[in-house]
């Protein structure tokens, strides 16, 4: 279990610049959740119940923890300097990307109609993509879920986005090339629930959410890739499953 929150507090602490003093303050927390998971223990719940009350105390240990956790962020010339180092990452990938697109305009597709000019949206898409997953990296704590949930839904939708587009202009599968937008909105609502949010009924309302989103696009893909007009019991298989599930959890608890 010691294990389970190490790499807890190594995901909270993600956004921090490495320093033995942030090394001292992970263990010392790690130490402080072991205690509340074993007074949980003792208190009659399960582990995975322990462990969520254990994880769901960091909240107050963010405040109690306050001063230390606002020493160890980054010092204004590394803020200075990450800022200069991504500024000219940015220059170099969109000299790259004109780079890419003049040498197809002129030279592979030269006097062809081809969409050339896509090369702008998808490489300012992927260019969002990365932008996100590197401000998510650098996130502050006291910012972190909420950084984490903007890049992740912000990722899924923008990948799903380029998909659709992708398959809409070089496949014309504009139809149901659109599904893809719901897959994104789907696998942001699980990835959100599983990663970040740490109340229970929360991550079971996402986790659903997203699950329920899943069923109604295998319907439709059935439905309209493979014309099988019965993908509905689709959610009779849900249904069933989630009876079933209810019912060891139910059971299991009894025992």
Same mark, same amino acid.
Not at 25 to 50: F, S
Not at 61 to 84: C, H, I, N, P, S
Not at 110 to 128: D, R, T
């Given at each position: 279990?010691?294990? =389970?929150?190490?790499?807890?507090?190594?995901?909270?602490?993600?956004?921090?610049?490495?320093?033995?003093?942030?090394?001292?303050?992970?263990?010392?927390?790690?130490?402080?959740?072991?205690? &509340?998971?074993?007074?949980?223990?003792?208190?009659?719940?399960?582990?995975?119940?322990?462990? +969520?009350?254990?994880?769901?105390?960091?909240?107050?240990? =963010?405040?109690?923890?306050?001063?230390?956790?606002?020493?160890?962020?980054?010092?204004?010339?590394?803020? %200075?300097?990450?800022?200069?180092?991504?500024?000219?990452?940015?220059?170099?990938?969109?000299?790259?990307?004109?780079?890419?697109?003049?040498?197809?305009?002129?030279?592979?597709?030269?006097?062809?109609?081809?969409?050339? @000019?896509?090369? @702008?949206?998808?490489?300012? /898409? %992927?260019?969002?993509?990365? !932008?996100?997953?590197?401000?998510?990296?650098?996130? *502050?704590?006291?910012?972190?879920?909420?950084? *984490?949930?903007?890049?992740?839904?912000?990722?899924?939708?923008? +990948?799903?986005?380029?998909?659709?587009?992708?398959?809409?202009?070089?496949?014309?599968?504009?139809?149901?090339?659109?599904?893809?937008?719901?897959?994104?909105?789907? %696998?942001?609502?699980?990835?959100?629930?599983?990663?970040?949010?740490?109340? &229970?009924?929360? *991550?079971?309302?996402?986790?659903?959410?997203?699950?329920?989103?899943?069923?109604?696009?295998?319907?439709?893909?059935?439905? !309209?890739? !493979? *014309?099988?007009?019965?993908? @509905?019991?689709?959610? /009779?298989?849900?249904?069933?499953?989630?009876?079933?599930?209810?019912? !060891?959890?139910?059971?299991?608890?009894?025992?």
């Amino acid at each position: 279990m010691i294990r =389970r929150f190490r790499s807890f507090l190594d995901r909270e602490f993600s956004g921090y610049p490495e320093s033995q003093q942030l090394s001292d303050l992970k263990e010392e927390l790690t130490a402080v959740l072991m205690d &509340k998971y074993n007074e949980g223990l003792k208190e009659g719940l399960g582990e995975l119940d322990a462990y +969520s009350q254990a994880v769901n105390s960091m909240a107050d240990l =963010r405040v109690q923890y306050k001063e230390q956790m606002d020493a160890l962020q980054f010092t204004k010339t590394e803020v %200075v300097k990450k800022t200069g180092n991504l500024f000219v990452s940015s220059l170099w990938y969109f000299l790259g990307l004109t780079i890419v697109f003049l040498v197809l305009q002129l030279l592979v597709f030269k006097g062809q109609n081809k969409p050339v @000019w896509l090369i @702008w949206p998808f490489g300012a /898409l %992927v260019y969002v993509i990365a !932008f996100l997953l590197y401000v998510n990296f650098n996130a *502050k704590l006291s910012k972190g879920n909420i950084t *984490k949930t903007l890049t992740i839904y912000g990722v899924s939708v923008i +990948s799903a986005l380029i998909i659709f587009l992708a398959l809409g202009f070089f496949a014309d599968l504009w139809h149901p090339a659109w599904l893809m937008m719901l897959v994104g909105i789907a %696998v942001a609502c699980i990835l959100n629930g599983v990663l970040t949010v740490s109340n &229970k009924i929360a *991550k079971i309302v996402l986790i659903a959410a997203g699950g329920i989103l899943c069923a109604v696009i295998i319907h439709l893909g059935l439905l !309209f890739i !493979f *014309k099988i007009s019965e993908g @509905w019991l689709i959610y /009779l298989l849900i249904a069933f499953a989630a009876l079933a599930g209810l019912s !060891f959890l139910l059971t299991k608890k009894k025992k």
